[in-house]
């Protein structure tokens, strides 16, 4: 694999060696790559997760780590990204893990630079690591995908983890269904009510709010949202004994989840953030190794 930029390049073989990697990393501990790699993380978006744990990844594999800051970068003199891309491949940058506000901003790269790329994040598109990391949450908990059903609640349309793992799930056989306001719907259809998904849900996924992708005003206060779309303790009364609750984060206590769910023996949210490291050593152990 040269970059990974969408789970839509993945085939389900793909996926499902990408998460049994992860699970022997995460059994054996991840041990140093052999040969000499460097890396570098260019986010040109707000991360703390993401960025801090492909970071844990890659020092964990042994790279070289170069430290770039958006706010301090050329970006600012108006530098684009393809040219960023090319001066650190000039500078012999062997792969670049990017986030960037912009829906597929990986088309311009992909084709045009020797470095891999591999996607933090492209505006309300893909998001394929963290997607992973929930398969594989999903995976240990429940050990297949057919049949599951799995419920993605929140700002559906401006979400790339939502279009990420819609693409993921249904291709390894899982139902997914959607909840949320008709404005914030895209492509994605809304089932009418909690009531009709709770109690049958085995997954129920979380999604904040993308304030920052929104044009003009908010729909809702934070108490209205939580009411009518947020995970109430009342909801979560009513959800299968083995069911799990998920949200890749940052959450919003209070708004789509109630603050005392986020710690509750259902949660699975820290132990998706843990899961993360290894998916992200096993994605970087991917494309490294098909370097020289
Ligand atoms: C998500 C993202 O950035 O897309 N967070 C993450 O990577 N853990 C979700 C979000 O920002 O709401």
Redesign the pocket.
């Known amino acids: 694999m040269d970059h990974l930029v969408s789970m839509k390049q993945l085939t389900e073989e793909e996926i499902m060696a990408l998460l049994e990697r992860a699970e022997t990393l995460k059994k054996l501990g991840i041990r140093e790559f052999p040969g000499k790699y460097t890396v570098s993380n260019l986010f040109f ?1 707000p ?1 703390t ?2 960025k801090m744990s492909f970071e844990m990844a890659e020092r964990k594999l042994g790279l070289e780590v170069l430290p770039f800051e958006s706010s301090f970068s050329s970006a600012l003199k108006g530098e684009t990204l393809y040219d960023t891309v090319k001066t650190l491949e000039a500078i012999g940058v062997d792969a670049l893990v990017v ?1 960037h506000p912009e829906d597929g901003y990986y088309e311009e790269l992909v084709g045009r630079t020797s470095v891999s790329i591999i996607n933090g ?1 492209d505006g309300s598109g893909q ?1 394929p690591t ?1 997607s992973l990391l929930d398969l594989f949450t999903i995976k240990e908990e429940f050990g297949s995908f057919e049949g599951l059903n799995v419920l993605i609640a929140g700002d559906i349309a401006h ?3 939502a279009r990420s793992n819609a693409d993921a799930l249904t291709k390894l056989g899982a139902n997914v269904t959607y909840l949320c306001p008709t404005e914030w719907a895209g492509e994605f259809h809304s089932v009418d009510s909690w009531d009709e998904v709770i109690g049958t849900s085995d997954v129920v996924m979380l ?2 709010v ?1 304030h920052e992708r929104h044009e003009g005003e908010e729909l809702f206060t934070k108490e209205s949202y939580h009411e009518q779309y947020g995970l109430t303790e009342q909801r979560a009364l009513q959800m299968k004994k083995n069911a799990i609750i998920m949200h ?3 959450f919003n206590r209070g708004v789509e989840i109630a603050d005392s769910l986020i710690e509750t023996a259902q949660s699975r949210i820290f132990k998706q953030m843990e899961n993360g490291v290894y998916i992200r050593a096993a994605v970087l152990e991917e494309i490294l190794k098909g370097r020289h």
């Open positions: 978006e991360s997760r993401t986030r994040g998001h963290q979400s790339r983890v999604l904040r993308q890749p984060g940052p």
